[in-house]
């Protein structure tokens, strides 16, 4: 039996969805309210700014993901297998959570110096493991030498890509894009299409 959602997750369910398609900027705290089918005052009983909807949401996101990632970087398979489930689950869990998803993709600079420092220092820990595992498997042989940064962008950038257009009708699952993606980001770390993915980098 699923739980109701608390009145604090409706909030960050509805913010999300307000922020991808209004954009954070075109959003208000009212509208917000509204959306949620509470009063002002409410939402602000537990959220003391758009700022902090904003920032909660994409921890949370950030948060939610990265040990799946990690437990697979950890795991004792074979690097190009690790990379390749890492692509998978970064890209089904982008779709999957695609409001969020998206506000930590593309809301994430419009929060304040501090907050935003948080959120650049959590993201850069989350790129961290694969980063880690690109330099793993280039120390190995199992990669060819690169620009382990440049390469690890340009997958992320693809993978990050279905906040903006995948559709729940749309003709492929969650999972077959998944595995399109990380066939092609293990691809091109092992050089067999260099350079093809540097147009879906960020």
């Known amino acids: ?90 890209t089904v869990e982008a779709i999957r959570d695609q409001d969020a998803v998206a506000c930590f993709v593309e809301e994430g600079r419009f929060l304040g110096p501090e907050l935003r420092a948080l959120h650049v220092a959590k993201r850069d820990r989350y790129e961290l493991i694969f980063r880690l595992m690109l330099a793993e498997g280039i120390a190995s042989g199992d990669f060819p030498n690169q620009d382990v940064d440049l390469t690890i962008k340009a997958i992320l950038g693809m993978c990050n890509s279905v906040v903006r257009w995948y559709s729940p009708g749309g003709p492929q699952t969650p999972e077959r894009i998944a595995a399109e993606f990380a066939r092609f980001g293990v691809g091109a770390a092992s050089g067999e299409h260099e350079h093809a993915l540097l147009a879906g980098s960020p």
Do not use: N
């Open 1 to 90: 039996m699923t739980s109701k959602p608390s009145t604090r997750e409706r909030i960050r369910s509805e913010a999300a969805a307000l922020f991808r398609q209004q954009g954070y900027c075109g959003s208000s705290m009212s509208g917000l309210a509204a959306q949620v089918g509470i009063s002002k005052s409410s939402l602000y009983h537990h959220f003391t700014s758009k700022q902090a909807v904003l920032s909660e949401i994409i921890e949370l996101t950030v948060d939610r993901v990265a040990p799946l990632v990690q437990a697979v970087a950890d795991s004792d398979r074979p690097i190009t297998e690790r990379l390749r489930q890492a692509i998978e689950i970064h």
